[in-house]
């Protein structure tokens, strides 16, 4: 079954500063990878996914994510955090046998941004 | 337009009721997607619809949680006798078709709490 690692359950940046959220897969066949991001009481919003095109990923806000297979990762980044990303940050697959899109979700990242 | 919408956004029950939990996903979107995310569990896949039909129930925890939809739209998620572990929030999510070329869009959510 999928399984999906996101190192860091809180990470805390200063405003301006880069965002390095980590999530590794396993799987032996590398699947879809999706962030989404999650704003309190409010449902979950998908930032960017990777389908096997690019192996790196451009989403919205300014994100980015890079798939690397050798390390089996899709890390997400942004090069300067505002305090609107504050929000948590789920990490999900979906097995590519799968015809239906059901995903499985990491454990999220609470992201806090700082002055 | 008009996103997913779920309701009650709120609910608090007592151990042992029934509850109905109710989603009312983007109109023309045949695919509907139930997951539950709870501090234990985080977030996981309970149910998939495409139209009326359940093709994909495995996340159902236990046989006190059913799903219905009707007319390719509604859809309600019953939780007989409920449990302190029911707690969480259940998020609906639908799509325009099933698989990953389409994006999920999530609701807000129903907090569920079993007293």
């Known amino acids: 079954a999928q399984s999906v690692t996101q190192l860091g359950s809180h990470v805390s940046v200063s405003e301006g500063a880069l965002v390095l959220l980590r999530c590794n897969y396993s799987?032996?066949?590398?699947?879809?990878l999706f962030w989404y991001v999650q704003y309190p009481n409010q449902g979950l919003q998908l930032l960017l996914k990777y389908t096997s095109a690019a192996t790196l990923v451009k989403g919205i806000n300014g994100f980015e994510a890079e798939f690397k297979k050798s390390e089996t990762s899709f890390h997400l980044t942004k090069p300067s955090a505002h305090m609107s990303d504050a929000a948590e940050y789920f990490c999900?697959?979906?097995?590519?046998?799968?015809?239906?899109?059901?995903?499985?979700f990491g454990q999220g990242t609470i992201l806090t941004v700082h002055p | 337009g008009a996103g997913v919408s779920q309701s009650p956004s709120n609910k608090v029950t007592e151990k042992g009721k029934d509850v109905e939990l109710r989603c009312d996903p983007i109109?023309?979107?045949?695919?509907l997607y139930w997951y539950r995310q709870s501090l234990g569990q985080g977030l996981e896949f309970l149910i998939y619809f495409q139209g009326n039909s359940a093709p994909d129930k495995s996340g159902l925890p236990s046989d006190r949680f059913s799903a219905e939809r009707t007319g390719g739209s509604v859809s309600t998620l019953t939780i007989q006798r409920t449990q302190q572990e029911d707690s969480a929030v259940y998020l609906c999510?639908?799509?325009?078709?099933?698989?990953?070329?389409?994006?999920?869009?999530f609701g807000p959510g129903t907090r569920l709490t079993v007293t």
């Open positions: 999510a639908s799509s325009f078709s099933p698989g990953l070329v389409y994006e999920q869009y």
């Open positions: 999900a697959v979906s097995d590519r046998g799968t015809s239906y899109g059901k995903l499985t």
């Open positions: 109109s023309g979107h045949t695919a």
């Open positions: 799987s032996s066949v590398p699947p879809y």
